[in-house]
């Protein structure tokens, strides 16, 4: 899933097709599904969402370019979102979800990592003796 399209530099920026993954994946956690299943057809609210946000978040970005220099660009567009109330429900949430899933997917991938360095010849092997225990287990 490719989260330029939550980044306002980017071309990808909020492009409809883009976020398409980013939908299906947090539509399917269990927290998120329940609240996003009020707003009906989610591609006609993310149509909806990204026609009337997308310009206001780039201008919102060149007005306060200097208070948010050096700040995290997906924090600024949150704050963004939130000023606007509850008018972008689906975007508010994808961006969340876009913020937490880079930060808690990096520690998984840190351990697959570090596990690939200390790779044995036997690590990923059904040995002969550990057949046999399973076949008496079952």
């Known amino acids: 899933m490719s989260m330029r399209c939550l ?3 980017s071309s990808e920026f909020l492009d409809v097709d883009s976020l398409k993954p980013l939908v299906d994946y947090t539509s399917s956690i269990p927290g998120f599904n329940k609240e996003l299943g009020g707003l009906g057809n989610l591609q006609e609210a993310l ?8 310009q206001n ?7 306060f370019k200097e208070e948010l220099k050096g700040k995290d660009p997906l924090i600024s567009v949150l704050r963004y979102l939130d000023t ?10 994808l961006l969340k979800v876009g913020i937490i899933c880079g930060y808690s997917t990096s520690t998984v991938e840190c351990v697959f990592s570090a596990r690939a360095r200390i790779d044995t ?18």
């Open 7 to 9: 980044i306002p530099s």
């Open 47 to 54: 149509i909806a969402e990204t026609r009337v946000h997308k």
């Open 121 to 138: 010849p036997n690590r990923r092997r059904l040995t002969p003796y550990k057949q046999g225990i399973l076949t008496l287990l079952h």
């Open 57 to 63: 978040i780039l201008q919102y970005m060149t007005d």
């Open 84 to 93: 606007q109330g509850n008018s972008a429900p689906l975007l508010s949430t």
